[in-house]
Nanobody
Framework: QVQLVESGGGLVQAGGSLRLSCAAS????????MGWYRQAPGKQREMVAQ???????NYGDLVKGRFTISRDNAENTVFLQMNSLKPEDTAVYYC???????????WGHGTQVTVSS
């Protein structure tokens, strides 16, 4: 099992910034993908950003150029720097951990991000 603990959500005005963190613990694999997904009310969960254990990244189209994902492999932590936030970024943001060896996927409990106009 892998446990994920998110932090850093909150309320911010449009144009502002927030930084999310997610710490993984438990049976950590060195080969994995960590990332962030979000789900707004009435919408499907969507991928925001992913980062492989080798540092390669992938972003959702709606956040490219505004959000940056990074990780600290020594601390098993992933970060999401969110800049130029828009009201449509309002959602619950979930940390995700994918163990590539067996395809096991784990989710955090989510952290609320609210962007006011």
């Amino acid at each position: 099992q892998v446990q994920l603990v998110e932090s850093g959500g909150g309320l911010v005005q449009a144009g502002g910034s927030l930084r999310l963190s997610c710490a993984a613990s438990g049976f950590i694999s060195s080969i994995n993908i960590m990332g962030w997904y979000r789900q707004a009310p009435g919408k499907q969960r969507e991928m925001v950003a992913q980062i492989n254990s080798d540092g390669s990244t992938n972003y959702g189209d709606l956040v490219k150029g505004r959000f940056t994902i990074s990780r600290d492999n020594a601390e098993n932590t992933v970060f999401l720097q969110m800049n130029s936030l828009k009201p449509e970024d309002t959602a619950v943001y979930y940390c995700n951990y994918l163990k590539l060896a067996n395809g096991a996927r784990y989710w955090g409990h989510g952290t609320q991000v609210t962007v006011s106009s």
